[in-house]
Each structure stands twice: as C-alpha cells, then as structure tokens.
C-alpha cells in the first residue's frame, strides 16, 4: 500500500508562485509515473504534469508548460510541484497521484494511488 501526503498549497495573488510537496511511503518506486492533477469546482480531475519516477522524461499540460515545473529527491520519495505566474484559472484542489506503470498516461483513471488533496486559489 502507498500513502502519498501533500503539503503546501494555499493563497495567492494574480501572478505569484506556490510550491506543493507530495511524500510518499509504504513502498520504493524503481517504475512508476508520479504526477499532479487538479479538479476545480464542477469540472473533472485534470492532469496537470507528471514525470517518470526510473529516468528523465516529465509531460505537462498546455496550459502550464513554461509556468509550472515538478521535481523529485529519490532518498526522500518525494515529488514537488513548483508553479509560477498563477492565473486564477489555476484555482482547484491539488492532487498527488502515482501510477505504478512506466507507460505515461495523462488520465486519472490510470493511477493507482492518491493523495488527500491540496487547495490552491488564485485571486485576481
């Protein structure tokens, strides 16, 4: 069993950066997918970025490629997500989620675990 814990999240302004953290244990990942979606009020969970947890390759959506960046510490199974020049269309519930698959898949249905969520609203 995983258990993914998210931290960070929270306020901000038109045009700020937040940064969320995603840990995770139960187990050690050496092939898996490690991403980041996001559901706001009324819309369906949407994949936001994600990279492979054994190489290099990260995959982002559209609308924050060049804004929104993700990482990874191996030693602490942690991923983080860094977001930059925050729209208030970016407001919604945060998840952490991990697929234990090499193959990328960009919906939720494909992953296994989740986190709890984090909120993240941007103001105008």
């Known amino acids: 069993q995983v258990q993914l814990v998210e931290s960070g999240g929270g306020s901000v302004q038109d045009g700020g950066s937040l940064g969320l953290s995603c840990a995770a244990s139960g187990r050690t990942f050496s092939s898996a997918i490690m991403g980041w979606f996001r559901q706001a009020p009324g819309k369906e969970r949407e994949f936001v970025i994600a990279l492979k947890w054994g190489g290099t390759s990260t995959y982002y959506a559209d609308s924050v490629k060049g804004r929104f960046t993700i990482s990874r510490d191996n030693a602490k199974n942690a991923v983080y997500l860094q977001m930059n020049s925050l729209k208030p269309e970016d407001t919604a519930v945060y998840y952490c989620?991990?697929?234990?698959?090499?193959?990328?898949?960009?919906?939720?249905?494909?992953?296994?675990?989740w986190g709890q969520g984090t909120q993240v609203t941007v103001s105008s």
């Open positions: 989620a991990v697929r234990m698959s090499a193959a990328m898949s960009y919906s939720a249905l494909s992953y296994d675990y």
